[in-house]
């Protein structure tokens, strides 16, 4: 049974910093490229960070600079480091995995909250 299973949000105060981390199990981890989206309430599912199975990591223009995207294939996780946080990137973030050889196998975490307020 595939699972992803995404942890470290929470309420963080502008300018705070926060580390996703989403443990995969019951796939090839190291064969999937992993991405972190997120959502917030009224707007659609955005692209945050991905990062392929060599490491090659890509951002959203709106978080280069602040949040880092990391993996451990040893341990089946992916990070998002998030620094110098904004009210902003408030949102749920979800925690995406896609087998890169064969694009069409992909799977969705639940997502975990984060909230930037003072």
């Known amino acids: 049974q595939v699972q992803f299973v995404e942890s470290g949000g929470g309420l963080v105060q502008p300018g705070g910093s926060l580390r996703l981390s989403c443990a995969a199990s019951g796939i090839s981890f190291s064969r999937y490229t992993m991405g972190w989206y997120r959502q917030a309430p009224g707007k659609q599912r955005e692209l945050v960070a991905t990062?392929?199975?060599?490491?090659?990591?890509n951002y959203a223009d709106s978080v280069k600079g602040r949040f880092t995207i990391s993996r451990d294939n040893a341990k089946n996780t992916v990070y998002l480091q998030m620094n110098s946080l904004r009210p902003e990137d408030t949102a749920v973030y979800y925690c995406k995995g896609t087998y890169e050889w064969a694009s069409q196998l992909i799977y969705w975490g639940k997502g975990t909250q984060v909230t930037v307020s003072s």
């Open positions: 990062i392929t199975s060599g490491g090659s990591a």
